[in-house]
């Protein structure tokens, strides 16, 4: 259980629902220093990484889209956070948002060369649609594996990351329970209230829309963060049973 002074750490998955989170966050860390990731404001890793210890103690709260291993720049003790998403689902979100972005880095690239679906899981673009959620609790490490060569190895690494080191590990499919759990573990004072963000609004209904063969596709792509996945699950399963065994 982490103390009340730990800095939490939260991982954003793209296309998680990382971005509700964050508003969420935000809010339950109002008046606390809070450093966010974000290159687009000129705030980087290595902007964090170049601040003195003094001011990186006081930090109560660090999100942004970043993988796990920051803790180990940080003087005080810290604890991760993250969400995790159906690969499936992700995949599908993360090519629609990258059709609907234009400054979204790989949406030239989509775009140009028309690529479907299909056609965008196969492609090799980048880590991002290669177990990328494995890769996030894996550490900086798995940026260096080549797309398509990502074996048990990272699982096993991003399994023992998160049971040493992460207080909550979410579900998207499972938002309000992932909430509830964040609460007890985080000793927040309530359950927050929140509005879903960043929705996509061109994204087909998966099971209307999107054939079985390019679900098969997606998951043959994504293995690894198929059995992560699944394994976040019964986790979180067993965490919630154990704080309703504790509260009774």
Request: with cysteine; hydrophobic share 35%.
């Amino acid at each position: 259980m982490p103390h009340n002074s730990d800095c939490v750490i939260f991982v954003h998955i793209g296309k998680t629902a990382g971005t509700t989170l964050s508003v969420i966050l935000i809010r339950q860390y109002a008046g606390q220093t809070i450093f966010a990731v974000d290159a687009s404001k000129g705030t980087t890793i290595e902007t964090l990484k170049a601040l003195p210890d003094e001011e990186k103690s006081q930090i109560n709260l660090l999100r942004g889209h970043i993988l796990f291993g920051l803790h180990e720049d940080l003087p005080q003790p810290a604890t991760y956070i993250t969400m995790l998403r159906n690969p499936v689902n992700r995949i599908v979100s993360l090519y629609y948002h990258i059709l609907r972005e234009e400054t979204h880095y790989l949406h030239e690239a989509v775009t140009s060369q028309k690529m479907t679906l299909e056609d965008y899981v196969t492609s090799g673009l980048a880590g991002e649609i290669d177990n990328f959620q494995g890769r996030a609790l894996a550490g900086y490490e798995s940026t260096r594996i080549p797309v398509g060569e990502c074996d048990r190895t990272l699982l096993s690494k991003a399994k023992v990351n998160v049971k040493d080191h992460f207080s909550v590990v979410g579900i998207t499919e499972r938002f309000d329970d992932s909430l509830r759990l964040m609460k007890e573990r985080l000793g927040w004072a309530t359950l927050p209230v929140y509005k879903s963000m960043n929705i996509a609004t061109n994204k087909p209904k998966r099971e209307r829309e999107i054939s079985e063969s390019t679900i098969r596709l997606i998951q043959s792509h994504n293995a690894l963060d198929c059995e992560l996945y699944d394994w976040a699950c019964d986790q979180l399963d067993e965490q919630l049973s154990k704080g309703l065994r504790d509260s009774a």
